[in-house]
């Protein structure tokens, strides 16, 4: 029995053809829906900084007053903000065309602890182990009805997906993509 951190597992094999197609629905469908209020948020940002940098050219013309110095403000937060957003949208693309591009490795995988939480709705967190025996410190997000299967004494086969620095737990449930 060896405890080592995800990034340290070994195992990983390329996903068949079935797991490939499903595996490749349910990321895309859940990194788009990760998208879209990122892609508003991006919008959002664009107009506050645009609105404040054009105020702040405004003012620089006239006169610096205490107003300018709340534009500034208003425009560094926006602009920071819309650098953020840019960088992390950006990521997520970078993920989708890899997994296109079947671009990834999967590890078969059991659960050895699973945790409930009041703050994770449909969710749990488990602690998985693989067949060489190495059993991940780190904790994974699984759907509460493999966890409940679980904890009602089930053997439940998961697989870990690993992409770039990207881990994802899935189960069976998860994979059944409509």
């Not at 940002?45 to 500034?72: H, K, M, P, W, Y």
């Not at 749990?124 to 009602?152: G, M, P, V």
Request: proline content about 1%; hydrophobic content about 45%; some cysteine.
């Amino acid at each position: 029995m060896d405890y080592v951190k995800k990034t340290d597992l070994t195992g990983f094999r390329k996903p068949t053809a079935i797991e490939n197609r499903r595996i490749i629905l349910y990321v895309n469908k859940k990194i788009k829906k990760e998208l879209r209020p990122m892609n508003f948020w991006l919008a959002v940002c664009s107009v506050i900084s645009g609105a404040a940098f054009i105020n702040l050219i405004t003012d620089f013309r006239l006169q610096l007053t205490g107003d300018s110095f709340i534009e500034i403000l208003f425009f560094i937060a926006a602009f920071i903000g819309l650098i953020l957003i840019r960088k992390s949208s950006k990521t997520k693309k970078i993920l989708l065309k890899k997994f296109a591009k079947e671009d990834y490795l999967v590890l078969d995988c059991e659960m050895y602890e699973v945790f409930f939480s009041n703050n994770l709705n449909s969710e749990a967190e488990a602690n998985i182990f693989n067949s060489l025996n190495q059993y991940c410190t780190d904790k994974f997000l699984i759907d509460h009805e493999t966890a409940k299967k679980f904890k009602s004494g089930y053997k439940v086969k998961l697989i870990l997906v690993k992409c770039v620095d990207y881990y994802e737990l899935l189960s069976e449930n998860r994979l059944e993509v409509t």
